[in-house]
């Protein structure tokens, strides 16, 4: 078996890359695959209680590169689907203890066992952002429909370009319809004229998603709310299904259907 | 524009998005919009050199298609007088 690494990103830091790269691991694993999280974020660990595995960490990313322990050792298993795994950050350590070749070393062992390795990027542009992209088969770069979100978004994209990672696809997290619908927020036909990059998911604004996050479950595994459905979505166009992207329209009132024929 | 979007210009997202088209075009090719007006002028001293034309006519800008971005530029030349 060989693997797909892809690595989720951003410009701006807070636009949602964690909870992305958790939720569409779920979203894979729902379908059956086997899939590890790498949290690339060394220094900030986050994804595991995002998971909530936070109890069951022994071993750390810097612990597997400097050779105290195996990486299956490392790998921590969810128990709520039979293959998906966690392999943390290490808290105390800084982002230098890990290189961009060892990110390939690592990554090119798990590819021989798994669907999918998904790295969750620290934002920027610094030695977490090139030790994420080094082993990357696809890079997703996450916004915010806003200006500086979007503004960083595009230097990130044109810094994945130059690094000849490219072209990478986007998501564009926290639409609320509401806004909209009222003209006051950049819809995704905006923001993709504006990057010109491919769409690959579409994420509403929900606060399930904090209280998910509260939990430590991840919205994904509720399909019926509207961002775990989004997230799903995403999976299932990460697999290469072709899914439209009515995530935002759907609630649309009466009103603004009748405004929207008329426009 | 129908009628229902009457008042559509003054959507806090459309100037979002012009700010965002004029801020980016910057960004990619990291030229203020004071070095452009200085490379404008440069271009229309050169050719101005060779030919007669307007200035107050020509328009020189860089626009995007896709990720690449061109410069753009369309100068009007002026009738030569033929005696
Ligand atoms: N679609 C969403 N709806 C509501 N809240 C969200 C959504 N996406 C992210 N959040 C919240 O935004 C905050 C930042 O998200 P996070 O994934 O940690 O961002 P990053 O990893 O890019 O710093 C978190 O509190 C998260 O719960
Ligand atoms: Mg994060």
């Given at each position: 078996m060989t693997g797909k690494t892809i690595t989720i990103t951003s410009g701006?830091?807070?636009?949602?890359k964690t909870t992305v790269t958790v939720n569409l691991a779920v979203g894979l694993g729902l379908r059956g695959k086997k899939v590890v999280c790498i949290d690339g974020d060394i220094g900030l660990r986050n994804m595991d209680v995002i998971l909530g595995l936070?109890?069951?960490?022994?071993?750390?990313i810097v612990d597997v590169v400097e050779g105290r322990c195996r990486l299956k050792q490392a790998m921590i298993r969810?128990?709520?689907?039979?293959d998906l795994f966690l392999v943390p950050a290490s808290?105390?350590?800084?982002?230098?203890?890990?290189t961009p070749e060892d990110m390939i070393r690592l990554c090119d062992e798990i590819k021989t066992e798994y669907d999918y390795i998904l790295i969750d990027s620290p934002a920027g542009i610094e030695q977490g952002f090139k030790n994420a992209i080094a082993p990357a088969d696809q890079i997703i770069v996450v916004t915010n429909p806003e200006v500086s979100a979007v503004r960083d978004a595009d230097r990130i994209i044109g810094l994945i370009e130059a690094e000849e990672k490219g072209p990478a696809s986007l998501i564009i997290n926290r639409m609320n319809s509401a806004m909209v619908n009222r003209g006051d927020m950049l819809t995704q036909d905006d923001v993709n004229e504006l990057l010109a990059i491919d769409l690959i998911g579409l994420i509403p604004e929900d606060e399930n998603v904090i209280v998910s996050t509260n939990k430590g479950t991840?919205?994904?595994?509720?399909?019926?709310t509207k961002a775990g459905r989004a997230f799903q979505n995403l999976a299932a166009r990460v697999e290469g299904e072709a899914i439209p992207f009515n995530e935002i329209e759907e609630k649309m009132n009466f009103l603004d259907k009748v405004r929207k024929l008329f426009g | 524009m129908g009628f229902w979007n009457r008042?559509?210009?003054?959507k806090s997202s459309n100037t979002a998005k012009e700010r965002l088209k004029f801020v980016l075009v910057h960004d990619r090719t990291d030229l203020s919009l004071e070095k452009l007006d200085q490379m404008k002028n440069e271009i229309l001293g050169v050719i101005s050199r060779y030919i007669e034309i307007d200035p107050d006519l020509v328009v020189i800008d860089i626009q995007h298609d896709g990720r690449e971005q061109k410069l753009i530029a369309d100068i009007p030349i002026k009738n030569p007088r033929r005696k």
């Open positions: 701006k830091g807070g636009v949602g936070e109890n069951r960490i022994v071993y750390d969810d128990k709520r689907l039979p808290q105390t350590r800084d982002k230098n203890s890990v991840p919205i994904a595994f509720e399909g019926k | 008042g559509n210009q003054s």
